[in-house]
């Protein structure tokens, strides 16, 4: 079983301030995904990497895949109110289920 | 096009009764999943399946739990005399017929079941 392990568990923040969440693991993965996850409701899929290195953009966030693809980050620059929510990294098994990390939940204050 | 629909969106059960989840998948998709969150802990997978067959079920409890996803119809989760311990959020995710690593699952609302 991959075990993933999500870093910091809670992070609250003021709005304007940066902050990088991490997900790490003993493990090899061919990808990993990050997902938001709102109250109420399904977690949604961010992005996914795939190659070793690679950097995505997504607006405000950046995702970075480890050189030997076994952890990730995600790093927010300038947080806004509307960042808050659960943030979860997960990975697909060779069966094509996804293990997730524990989370890491974000709150940015106005 | 219509995301993965999931009802109810709550249910509430008493210790003993029978719980049943529905997921209807996005139009097109042929593989669904469902997922169990406790409370203060992740998201685990429970079970994949495709149209009448259960292609993995290694995340489900041996007892009382079981998953179908017929023909016709959408998926059911059913959790037979439910027990407190089975209050969670259960999320049914799908996806079409993809290989490689870039898979993508979406995840519908999810259902919260109480166990008084």
């Known amino acids: 079983t991959q075990l993933l392990e999500q870093s910091p568990q809670f992070l609250s923040i003021q709005e304007g301030e940066n902050l990088t969440v991490y997900c790490n693991s003993s493990?090899?993965?061919?990808?990993l995904q990050w997902y938001r996850q709102e109250p109420g409701e399904g977690p949604v899929l961010l992005v996914t990497?795939?190659?070793?290195?690679e950097v995505k953009k997504l607006k405000r966030l950046t995702f970075q895949f480890g050189d030997a693809r076994k952890d990730s980050s995600l790093h927010i620059t300038a947080a806004q109110p509307g960042d808050t929510g659960l943030y979860l990294c997960?990975?697909?098994?060779?069966?094509?289920?996804?293990?997730f990390g524990s989370g890491t939940q974000l709150t940015v204050l106005p | 096009n219509a995301g993965v629909m999931q009802n109810p969106r709550h249910l509430v059960r008493r210790r003993g009764q029978e719980a049943r989840l529905r997921c209807s998948p996005m139009k097109g998709h042929s593989h669904v999943y469902w997922y169990r969150q406790l409370p203060e802990e992740g998201l685990k997978f429970m079970v994949y399946l495709q149209k009448e067959n259960i292609i993995d079920e290694s995340g489900m409890p041996k007892e009382r739990f079981s998953a179908e996803f017929p023909k016709e119809g959408p998926s059911i989760l059913r959790i037979q005399q439910v027990v407190r311990g089975d209050s969670a959020a259960y999320f049914c995710?799908?996806?079409?017929?993809?290989?490689?690593?870039?898979?993508?699952?979406?995840f519908g609302p999810g259902t919260r079941l109480t166990v008084l």
């Open positions: 995710a799908s996806s079409p017929w993809v290989t490689g690593s870039r898979d993508t699952q979406y």
């Open positions: 997960a990975a697909l098994g060779t069966a094509r289920q996804l293990t």
């Open positions: 493990s090899v993965f061919s990808s």
């Open positions: 990497v795939v190659t070793g290195g």
